[in-house]
């Protein structure tokens, strides 16, 4: 009985192990081989369980296929980080039907930038062209160095309107006269000029067309349902003054708040012509940085704000300040009551004179266009971009001779009973020669209601990060974000066991050195006692 009831002690909790958990736990030392086993028996973790049990070839290859699969979830992990962090991208296309498309802005420019009759009318247009292309004592400009210095130094005019007098008007690029054009029974009518809207930039004058109320929207299709605008390329006015190898207008189609650059994606009709552009429009978004080239609007440029941002506005708006910091003053395309503002503090809010147009804006937008690197990059951290959501025109081009015989005739009446045909111009040898040397016609339309979009939309996102990561953490080691709460609270009790071993044997160190020096003191008390 005695050593049934000691055997019965023994299990209630006399044995090494026995006892409730939390007595289990707290004997356990972590910082260990026991600890890191028992750890290893009870984490959820696929397979670490087997690297201590049974033989030796066999905890082997169980620790070999453990970190094996480590390894490969490592792999896969790092894989998916750097390729989120390289932010890839996929594009959406659609094709999206509507019952209206807006009508853009259509610009025009003629090529010729100066009309020879303007330089007759005044000195002071000639002299300012001629110290402007550097140009003394020759056939078109016959002023000393000197005299035109003078002129110069006298001109009260700004350069913006010097261009403006000097530059086709817009009642010479369309003839009112023409608009309602009656040929027999049928009549075609073309946009008045009083629709245009005149602009001076970098390369002259040029004339936008912006519809307004129910005429800024197309309804229907096709080219008769089009904008048409009959234009006057008007050789009798191209200069000798600046040498033009071609003759003809540049189009642009443009959002309506949006500016052209000369010379960047210009459609070009030439005289005799009937150009026919259906318009194939695209709505293009674009992810904001950093998943696209960051823009003027989020480099060091302070941009006028009035204006929606576009690339071309960017370019332009590069330009000027380039222009600003050369010469010390506004281009004439910067917007009335605007200050440019620079890193350094620097303001520039008074615009050029002709003086210094002459001696250095039209240098320093020569220096601009012959830059090797992108001027840009010195007020913008990267080079213009188009802006994130935006409509893109792009076109197909059409065209045929104009006008024919029969039409030129009845053409040339109208003009002839408005006083506007000259006779005496050398290219008046017949009505067609005049007519097909001067005239063309624009018609712009859409050949379908609607428009192409694309999407740009993030490859890699954060959910399917995490999802890719938890895929592979459970596929490779069968474990959960709570696993990792397992291997974090093992941690912490490892540390907190070799924390707790150092500080007793600190303290075990301490009292070895107190006991030694009680033993010494007792000795020299015993030895004293004989001498007392």
């Given at each position: 009985?005695?050593?049934t ?9 006399s ?43 066999l ?40 019952a ?9 420019c ?12 005044s ?59 009656f ?61 033009e ?37 695209l ?30 506005q ?54 601009y ?19 994130p959501?935006?409509f ?130 007792g ?10």
């Open positions: 009985m005695e050593g009831n000691r055997r019965r002690g023994d299990s209630d909790g044995q090494p192990g026995g006892g409730n958990d939390a007595e289990s736990a707290t004997s356990v030392n972590y910082a260990s081989v026991a600890g890191l086993r028992e750890f290893f028996g009870e984490t959820t973790m696929h397979g670490v369980q087997y690297t201590f049990r049974g033989g030796l070839v905890r082997l290859l169980w620790l070999l296929a453990v970190l094996g699969c480590v390894a490969g979830f490592l792999y896969f992990f790092i894989t998916a980080i750097i390729n989120y962090l390289d932010r890839p991208t996929n594009t959406k296309l659609d094709t999206v039907a509507t209206r498309m807006p009508v853009p802005a259509i610009t025009f003629n090529t010729n930038t100066i009309q020879a009759a303007s330089l007759n009318e000195e002071a247009n000639l002299a300012f062209l001629c110290a402007a292309y550097r140009r003394t004592n020759t056939r078109s400009c016959p002023f000393t160095a000197a005299r035109l210095k003078e002129v110069v130094s006298k001109e009260t005019r700004r350069p913006k309107q010097i261009f403006r007098d000097i530059g086709q008007r817009k009642t010479s690029l369309i003839l009112d006269p023409l608009v309602n054009f040929f027999e029974t049928e009549a075609i009518t073309f946009i008045n000029s009083s629709y245009l809207e005149t602009s001076v930039n970098n390369g002259g004058i040029c004339h936008t067309y912006r519809a307004q109320g129910t005429d800024a929207e197309f309804r229907r299709t096709g080219a008769d349902a089009g904008k048409k605008f009959l234009l006057n390329i008007d050789q009798n006015q191209y200069s000798d003054f600046i040498v190898l071609s003759v003809g207008v540049e189009v642009y189609i443009h959002n309506t708040e949006e500016p052209i650059v000369r010379g960047r994606n210009a459609i070009f009709v030439g005289p005799g012509e009937r150009a026919n552009i259906a318009l194939k429009p709505h293009r978004t674009v992810l904001p940085s950093p998943y696209r080239t960051p823009t003027c609007t989020e480099g060091n440029i302070n941009r006028n704000k009035s204006k929606p941002y576009s690339d071309s960017c370019q332009l708006e590069c330009q000027e300040y380039y222009v600003a910091s050369t010469c010390g003053c506004l281009s004439f395309t910067v917007p009335p009551n605007v200050t440019l503002k620079f890193d350094s503090g620097q303001t520039v809010s008074v615009y050029c004179t002709a003086n210094q147009f002459v001696d250095c804006t039209l240098p320093a937008l020569v220096n266009s012959l830059e090797a690197t992108d001027p840009c990059k010195q007020y913008c951290l990267e080079p213009c971009s188009p802006p959501d935006h893109m025109y792009d076109f197909s081009l059409s065209a045929d001779v104009f006008p024919s015989r029969i039409v030129a005739d009845s053409i040339v009446d109208v003009l002839v009973n408005e006083s506007l045909y000259d006779y005496t111009s050398p290219f008046t040898s017949s009505n067609l020669a005049y007519t097909r040397e001067n005239f063309a016609q624009v018609t712009v339309f859409y050949n379908s209601l609607g428009y192409d979009s694309t999407v740009q939309q993030k490859a890699v996102t954060l959910d399917s990060l995490f999802g890719s990561v938890g895929g592979n953490l459970g596929l490779f080691i069968g474990a959960s974000l709570l696993t990792l709460a397992e291997f974090a609270q093992y941690l912490t009790r490892f540390f907190l066991a070799c924390f707790r071993q150092l500080r007793e044997k600190r303290a075990g160190s301490a009292d070895v050195s107190g006991g030694g020096n009680s033993e010494k003191d000795d020299r008390t015993e030895l004293s006692d004989p001498v007392a």
